[in-house]
């Protein structure tokens, strides 16, 4: 793992794909889903990864990565970027030699998909 920008096209057409009478219309459904995504690849994940100062969403962590994301429905991408810059997410990481890879996701309650994503 490494590829970040896959990591989240194949998220995007796992969602696009999904029944829409299936698929939930709230965070915490896209927060789990892509939870055992990440579980059934092998990597070693956290939800709601708590610090000093609030709860990381998604933290993904391989020998070499480590990604923190922030999910927000029907909100932008730069409004979870801001959340994980806010709240200093990334501090606990900061001596850590791994890259480090912060990922902003917003979901749409109306098309139950992503509706952006950006990294930072």
Known sequence: MGDA????????????DADYEIV??????FQNTMYVMCKLM?????VERHTS???????VQTDKYVYIMELKMDASADEALQQIE??????????DP??????GV???????????WKMA
Do not use: H, W
């Open 42 to 46: 092998g990597q070693y994940t956290q």
């Open 24 to 29: 939930g219309d709230a965070e915490l459904y």
């Open 53 to 59: 100062n609030g709860r990381m969403d998604i933290v």
């Open 106 to 116: 917003g979901f749409s309650s109306e098309t139950r998909r992503i509706k952006e």
């Open 5 to 16: 920008e896959g990591l989240m096209r194949r998220f995007e057409a796992f969602f696009a």
């Open 86 to 95: 806010d709240k200093g997410y990334a501090k606990p990481f900061a001596a």
């Open 98 to 103: 791994r890259k480090l890879f912060r990922i």
